[in-house]
């Protein structure tokens, strides 16, 4: 092995490979684009988001434990403000259930934020598609406008909510309550957790690709390098 790659390739390198994340190089980074979010939303938001999705790759990158692994940002459209970073490990990074978000719930556990108020970024170490708490909770939390994952090298995914003409968002309700009794039903059958989760993920990702329009949802997705190049 060339010298010079076994001392870049340290023991973080190896651990976050082990626990199935991309190494993120300086070129991901870059080849990270602005997004073109859904029209009506205010252009700042174009340029907020793709500062975080860099800085999250950035953070990530420089992590002191779990290299490589998720970091989260918020992103407050109304008050144009953002948090970053949001430390999570090689798998997960818990945006809802942090501090930050925690901060934005009065004293009655209301989300003092509007409507479709906040996005949510995070990194996704191997590249995947949304996972099935990502999805859950986007549709669940009205304040949740939209979706942003970075894929540490290649994929970038970003899933919003669009308005209506009369300026309101789709009800999500009846979806919330097909996937809980999906997740009932199928642990009934003794499924494990984690195959019923994917079960769902796969059928809310359906609705989501084959029905956008229905759903009124929008779905950017585009790859930056191959992974294994
Ligand atoms: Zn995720």
């Known amino acids: 092995m060339d010298s010079r790659r076994e001392d870049w390739f340290g023991k973080d390198e190896y651990d976050a490979i082990e626990n199935g994340c991309d190494v993120i190089i ?78 934005l719930v009065d004293e009655n556990g209301h989300y003092c934020v509007g409507f479709g108020c906040i996005i949510c970024v995070h990194n996704h170490p191997n590249n995947e598609w949304f996972s099935y708490s990502d999805l859950l909770r986007f549709l669940r939390y009205t304040s949740i406008s939209a979706i942003a994952i970075v894929g540490n090298t290649h994929n970038v995914y970003i899933l919003q909510k669009c308005k209506s003409a009369t300026g309101r968002y789709y009800d ?42 229905k759903y009124m949802l929008k779905l950017t997705h585009y790859k930056r390098r191959k992974k294994d190049e």
């Open 26 to 103: 300086d070129e991901d980074i870059e080849s990270v684009r602005r997004p073109s979010l859904y029209p009506r939303m205010v252009d700042f938001l174009n340029d907020e988001l793709y500062d975080k999705m860099q800085e999250i790759l950035k953070h990530s990158k420089r992590r002191p434990a779990f290299k490589y692994g998720e970091t989260g940002a918020i992103i407050r459209a109304d008050a144009r403000m953002a948090f970053i970073p949001i430390d999570g490990t090689y798998d997960r990074v818990d945006l809802i259930g942090s501090e930050l978000f925690n901060a």
């Open 172 to 213: 999500y309700s009846t979806v919330i309550t097909r996937i809980k009794s999906k997740r009932i039903e199928l642990l009934k059958q003794k499924e494990s957790l984690d195959k019923t989760e994917a079960e769902i993920t796969k059928m809310v990702s359906d609705a989501v690709l084959n029905d956008a329009t």
